[in-house]
């Protein structure tokens, strides 16, 4: 019984396929009968996968003329994918300029599930032991980088990636999600996220996030330093010119609302 649910899961799942190859297919949309002799399903199978896609935004039924075309939540993906497919080529040279304008590694990530997949890095001269490189993956909650993405999530999706205790990387790593949620708290007040030590003990890092065309972070910004160059002088040096730079990629990115992921997600 598992293996034929499992096949007919999969079977659902290459019919949405269908349809949304379908409908994006013919720019003027498709009628209900123009679908079914496009695709060749059942009239029933077909009419209950419709009705779902159009209900969550993912096609859209013209009520003048009774055809179906690409609905919006279908843009919203697509940008989605878009974004990451530009994110690193579009950023590089802003990386580059805040790495040359503090001497600082600059690096970017994204939220993948509760992790940070580092995705660029614009290393300084100074030589810094650090626990990330491209394409290595961080627990957020540890991290400058994670804590800037989680603080635009809503208090559930955080409660969802977040295990209420959390191990411990250094003696400053937040322990349980309580006290995390009171740092992301700080975090939307600032502006900006600070890892103080608290995945690797001689690092030191801010970080803000990027944000997309809905006013969410989907990617995050730090500069990042050994302990020994960091204090409050230096942050509130580095903090403006993050916050500049980051507004100014989410901008080139088609982002808008920079100021929205602030709400934690309300």
Known sequence: MAERQGDAAVKSAARVVEVLEAVAGRPSGLTFTELLEATAFPRSSLHGLVHTLADRGVIRLDSA????????????????????????????????????????????????????????KASSSHPLQLASHVGSRLPAYATGLGKALLAGLEPAAVKALVPAELPARTPDTFRTRAALEMELRRVRERGYARDLGEYSAEVRCLAAPVVDHTGQGVAAVSVTMASERFDAHREDEIAPVLLAAVQRLSAQLGGVAWDRWRSGGK
Do not use: C, I, N
């Open 65 to 120: 003329t009774k055809r179906y075309t690409p609905g919006p939540k279908l843009w919203e993906l697509a940008m989605g994918y878009a974004h990451q497919l530009q994110l690193v080529p579009v950023a590089w040279p802003l990386l580059e300029s805040l790495r040359d304008t503090f001497d600082e590694t600059v690096q970017m990530g994204v939220l993948e599930g509760a992790d940070v997949l580092y995705v660029a």
